[in-house]
Each structure stands twice: as structure tokens, then as C-alpha cells.
């Protein structure tokens, strides 16, 4: 677990790399303990296509810079802090519509019934307000959520970060970063993921690109 | 100076002047031509009609944000399409989502609890203060008996009541119950926001302000009482310039923090409506698993809504990537970036 305490002069970002995700539910789990959402777990674990493979995938908000989820919210509920994280809504203010739970281009917001409110990860704030790593990238043992500075990615960890999407015409920029091989190839293009199927062939060994 | 009427909101502030004649007619008429208005509150009563004006010129522009004014449209359709259901339901919609909160007490009953103290307290602080300002409300001692009152609304008499009996008693100290039960739900509002470091971390400078607002006016309330039973009515005047400056500021609080969702919330009545008749009606299927997933009505309200914020999702083949379920955009976004590094692994 990683106890590091980063400095304000750190910077320290937030990476997430799906495809490292083993499913072991530890970021489940460890976001059920954030102390903003206690006995709420508000990380989505996905399993890709159940009947024909094993592959999971976490997603956290992304932390957009313009948040479609805070524009389309009616109650005006939904606000990011001074560092750009965007904020779970303010409980006062929700009137549990779901427009954001729809509109995200991330599928992020869970709306919970039982509290008639629309809850989001907050990348801990009571944790990252301190230095500390997220609940979530402190547990995962295989790195796909990760916390630390820049200059520790790029010590320890192949790829370069990116924090560029293109969900059809819409760009978006995210304070989350995530993890590709050609960062000249520029925003992640959400649409074209899906040309080549996940387990179609995992480690490109039929057309020899790899 | 240009800037600065350029930013007001016209129709906010013509709304806003409007609510404020009504209160200034309610007042005029209602106290039978000032005969019965206390000029002594007059302090509150401009603080009343400040709160009137900020109040609705907030409102008024919340409401014409697009998604709101969507929201608020499409509320009142659902409502209106089969008004006497929506009609019958009402009063179990208002008893859980405004009186009762239910939804706070499933997230934790002391919260629960707490807000239900402050908002009895407010509640019954307003039922009697604002109905006194305006002058609506009045008493008066019957003949010659200085224990005997009679409740005046307006300049029509009603209910007579000794001050010795326990009914007595619960009218004149009105304010003070409110007040113990408004000063009850602060202090365990308190103490979660001291104790809890997730409740610290999210804070919000106007949470502690409210806090601190309800405290104010509950206890130089409270003062009141003990100047004029225990004191000898001592420090009586200070103590009521004190009270009647922390409700005053309380007053003009009221249109631009947390309190606001006093307002705002209610709103939340309309989206049980449009839930039920979006429930009722045809579901979106996703462009990529082809599941239902939401009702097809938000989704056709949320892409109007999204080109007016600025957002534009549109594909190359003429559809939207709003159609797409939130479970399949997050299997694309993975997907996509895992396409980027090679495959999984």
C-alpha cells in the first residue's frame, strides 16, 4: 500500500491504465471506505463482455475540465474545487434526476435511490487534500489505477500519458490522465476502440504489429 | 458601470419587484392599512422584503438555465398529463420529500434527525415571525383581564386563550421552542462536521456559516426570554438590536448560499412526476448493446439540452454517443485506451 505523503509542490496526478485490470475488486472494495462516502462504493468494476472473457475494467471519474454531468444538472449541484476536481453533488441541492448519470461520456455518476441523490467518486478528497494516494490507487496491485508524480510514472512505468478524448465530435480534457503507447496519435478516440474487439487478439500475434 | 447592468437579469429583477408588491400589499392590506403593523419590527420587514427579491430573482434565473428550464417544463407536462393521479399523490410526495425526508434518514438518521430539528425549528420560527412582521397577526388582552388574549388575524378576532395555561404558555414561547429545537439539530450538524474528516474535506465555507447563522439567532433569541424572566427585562434593548441584526443578515443570507435549497429542493417533487411518466413511456435503447436503459424522453431532453451548454456528441454516422448505455461507454472508453497500448495485459 502506498504511503507516500505528496507535497502541494509535487503535483501529483492520477493515472488509470485499463488494461492492466485483473478484477480483484480491491479498489471496490477500498472505495466503500473513502471517508466522503462511507459504505458506498462509488467505483464502476466492468466486465467487458462476460460470456467471452475474463477482462474487467475500473473507471473512476475522469475529472473532465468543462464536466458535461455539471452542465445538464438542473439543481446546479454538481461543482468542481480549486484543484479541478469535480465534486460529488451537494446533497442539499440534488433532486435526483439522473441527467448527469446520462449524460457523462464516462457512464461515471451512480444515482442512489435509497438516498434519492446522484453520488460520484471525488478522487478522495479528504485523502488527495492530504497527499495522500486515493483509496482505489492505493490498493490496486497491478497498477491500473495509480497515484504519484510524474516524474515516478515515467521512472517506473512504460507509456506516456495522455488526457485528450474524442467521444464523436465532442473533445474532452480530463485532470485524470490515462496510459497509451503513441501519444502522437493524440486524444484517445473513444468510438474507434471498438474496431478491434478486446480479445479478438489480445497480444497481437496474427498480424505481427507487435 | 456598463458591466454591471449588462450581468443583471431583467426579467429576474421584474419578477423579483413583483413578489416584493405583493409582500408590501399583503403587508398594507393585511395589517389593516398599517393599523396593526408593529413598527418596531420594521427592521424585519425590510429584511423580509430583501429576502422576497433575492429569493425570486435567484429563482428566476435557476429556473431559465436550460437544463432547469427543461426539467421544470417537463415536470409540469407530466404533471398535467394526468392531473388527477399526479393530484392524489401529492400529498404522500410532499410528506415524504419535503416534510418527512424520508431520503436523509436512509442516509443516516442522526443527519436525519438533525435537519429535521432545524427545519421544525425554522419552520415554526416562520409561521409565527413572518405573519407578525407583515402585520398579519396580532395580540390583544380581552376587557379588562391582563391574562386573557385573544389572537387577531388581520382585525378579525379568533381564539381566545388564558397566558397561565399550558396553551398559553406554547404561544408566547413559541419562538423559544424553535429556537431549542433549531439549537439542537446545529449542535449535531456540529459536531459531524468537526468530528468526520470526509465531512471536513468536502466543506464548504457556507456550511459552517449556516451553522453559525441558526446559532446566532437561536440564542440571542434565546436572550431575550432570559432577560425579560430571570433579568428584569436587563439588557433587554442591546440583546434586541443584537437578535434582530443576526435575523436581518440571516434574511439577506438566505437568496445567495445553502439555504437557497429551501427553494430549490422542492423541485424534486417534479422529477418524482417525470420519473413516473418516463417509467410509463418508451425506453432508449443503446446504440452499442442495444439494451434499454433509459426512458426515451430524458434522453431526447438531454440532447436539447447538451448543443445549448455547448456540447456537441455527435457521430459520423449522424447518431449521438449519448445514445450509447452508461455501461457500454465505459466498456468503449476502455476499450479504446486499451487499443492504444496493445491490447490488455
Known amino acids: ?210 | 458601470m456598463a458591466s454591471v447592468t449588462s450581468s443583471v437579469d431583467r426579467r429576474g429583477v421584474t419578477w423579483g419587484l413583483v413578489a416584493v408588491a405583493v409582500v408590501v400589499a399583503l403587508t398594507f392590506i393585511g395589517s389593516d392599512r398599517l393599523v396593526w403593523f408593529d413598527a418596531a419590527l420594521v427592521g424585519y420587514l425590510f429584511g423580509v422584503v430583501f429576502a422576497v427579491f433575492g429569493v425570486v430573482y435567484r429563482y428566476a434565473v435557476w429556473l431559465r438555465r436550460p437544463p432547469t428550464a427543461m426539467l421544470n417544463k417537463r415536470g409540469w407536462d407530466a404533471f398535467k398529463a394526468r392531473k388527477a393521479r399526479n393530484a392524489a399523490a401529492l400529498p404522500a410526495l410532499v410528506g415524504t420529500h419535503v416534510l418527512g425526508q424520508t431520503f436523509i434518514y436512509r442516509r443516516s438518521k442522526t443527519r436525519w434527525l438533525a435537519h429535521q430539528l432545524v427545519f421544525w425549528g425554522c419552520v415554526l420560527a416562520a409561521l409565527i415571525t413572518f405573519p407578525l412582521t407583515l402585520g398579519l397577526l396580532h395580540f390583544q388582552s380581552v376587557g379588562q383581564q391582563a391574562d386573557r388574549y385573544q389572537v387577531y388575524v388581520s382585525r378579525v378576532g379568533t381564539a381566545q386563550f388564558d397566558a397561565g395555561t399550558v396553551i398559553g404558555w406554547v404561544i408566547f414561547h413559541g419562538l423559544d421552542i424553535a429556537a431549542v429545537l433549531a439549537l439542537a439539530g446545529v449542535f449535531i450538524f456540529l459536531r459531524r462536521r468537526l468530528n468526520d474528516p470526509g465531512a471536513l474535506a468536502v466543506e464548504r465555507g457556507g456550511d459552517f456559516l449556516v451553522l453559525a447563522g441558526l446559532f446566532a439567532v437561536s440564542v440571542t433569541g434565546l436572550f431575550l426570554t432570559v432577560s425579560s424572566m430571570w433579568l428584569d427585562g436587563q439588557f433587554y434593548s442591546a440583546l434586541n438590536t443584537l437578535h434582530a441584526l443576526t435575523v436581518i443578515l440571516g434574511l439577506m443570507y438566505l437568496p445567495f448560499g445553502k439555504l437557497f435549497h429551501i427553494f430549490q429542493r422542492p423541485g424534486n417533487l417534479g422529477v418524482a412526476y417525470y420519473k413516473t411518466a418516463n417509467a410509463e413511456g418508451p425506453q432508449a435503447v443503446c446504440r452499442r448493446c442495444g439494451d434499454g436503459f433509459a426512458s426515451a424522453q430524458q434522453i431526447a431532453d438531454l440532447q436539447e439540452v447538451l448543443p445549448q451548454m455547448g456540447f456537441d456528441y455527435g457521430t459520423a454516422d449522424d447518431g449521438s454517443y449519448q445514445d450509447t448505455c452508461p455501461r457500454c461507454r465505459r466498456a468503449s472508453v476502455t476499450l479504446a485506451q486499451s487499443a492504444r497500448v496493445g491490447g490488455f495485459g
Not at chain 1, 485499463?18 to 472494495?29: H, K, P
Not at chain 1, 493524440?186 to 468510438?191: F, T
Open chain 1, 1 to 210: 500500500m502506498k504511503t507516500a505523503r505528496y507535497g502541494i509542490d509535487d503535483r501529483p496526478i492520477f493515472v488509470i491504465d485499463q488494461s492492466r485490470c485483473i478484477g480483484c475488486e480491491a479498489c471496490v472494495q477500498a472505495c466503500s471506505e473513502c471517508g466522503t462516502h462511507r459504505g458506498q462504493s462509488l467505483i464502476h468494476l466492468e466486465r467487458i463482455d462476460r460470456a467471452a472473457s475474463t477482462q474487467t475494467a475500473p473507471m473512476v471519474c475522469m475529472h473532465c475540465e468543462d464536466p458535461t454531468c455539471a452542465e445538464v444538472c438542473p439543481a446546479d449541484a454538481i461543482k468542481q474545487n480549486e484543484d479541478g476536481v469535480v465534486q460529488s453533488a451537494l446533497k442539499p441541492r440534488c433532486i435526483g434526476c439522473s441527467n448527469c448519470v446520462l449524460a457523462c461520456p464516462f457512464g461515471v455518476p451512480k444515482y442512489v435511490a435509497d438516498f434519492d441523490q446522484m453520488m460520484k467518486c471525488d478522487m478522495c478528497t479528504d485523502r488527495t487534500s492530504e497527499g495522500y494516494a486515493p483509496m482505489c490507487a492505493s490498493v490496486c496491485p497491478s497498477e491500473a489505477l495509480w497515484y504519484g508524480t510524474p516524474e515516478e510514472f515515467h521512472a517506473h512505468r512504460r507509456g506516456s500519458l495522455v488526457d485528450g478524448w474524442l467521444f464523436g465530435r465532442q473533445a474532452v480534457t480530463t485532470k485524470v490522465f490515462a496510459v497509451v503507447d503513441d501519444v502522437a496519435a493524440g486524444p484517445i478516440d473513444v468510438l474507434s476502440g471498438e474496431e478491434r474487439g478486446w480479445l479478438d487478439d489480445p497480444f497481437a500475434l496474427e498480424d505481427g504489429a507487435r
